[in-house]
């Protein structure tokens, strides 16, 4: 079983940055996802990125603001997150598309007005 560690989460004013990242236990030869849960919502897509970074997709919400890289010989999923605002609130998770591996404890991430 794959473990996943995501981090860089933290608490930051409207139009700030945080780069999350995303470690897994091996090397992921698949596309990734960053997907994120709000309090009292249901875990959302973010962003994905297949596996030899060429291919990415962004929810509208977070299009031209937010960036998913990879960097497979560190088995790391990165997502750049600018232009932030109190609606991208919630707990980041990274997992494959089709939700394969168990979910980490995701990062916090916190967006003050």
């Known amino acids: 079983q794959v473990q996943l560690v995501e981090s860089g989460g933290g608490l930051v004013q409207a139009g700030g940055s945080l780069r999350l990242s995303c470690a897994a236990s091996?090397?992921?030869?698949?596309?990734m996802g960053w997907f994120r849960q709000a309090p009292e919502k249901e875990r959302e897509f973010v962003a994905s990125?297949?596996?030899?970074?060429?291919?990415?997709a962004y929810a509208d919400s977070v299009k031209g603001r937010f960036t998913i890289s990879r960097d497979n010989a560190k088995m790391t999923v990165y997502l750049q997150m600018n232009s932030l605002k109190p609606e991208d609130t919630a707990v980041y998770y990274c997992?494959?598309?089709?939700?394969?591996?168990?979910w980490g404890q995701g990062t916090q991430v916190t967006v003050s007005p």
């Open positions: 997992n494959t598309m089709d939700h394969r591996w168990d």
């Open positions: 091996v090397r992921t030869f698949v596309t």
């Open positions: 990125i297949n596996w030899s970074g060429g291919r990415t």
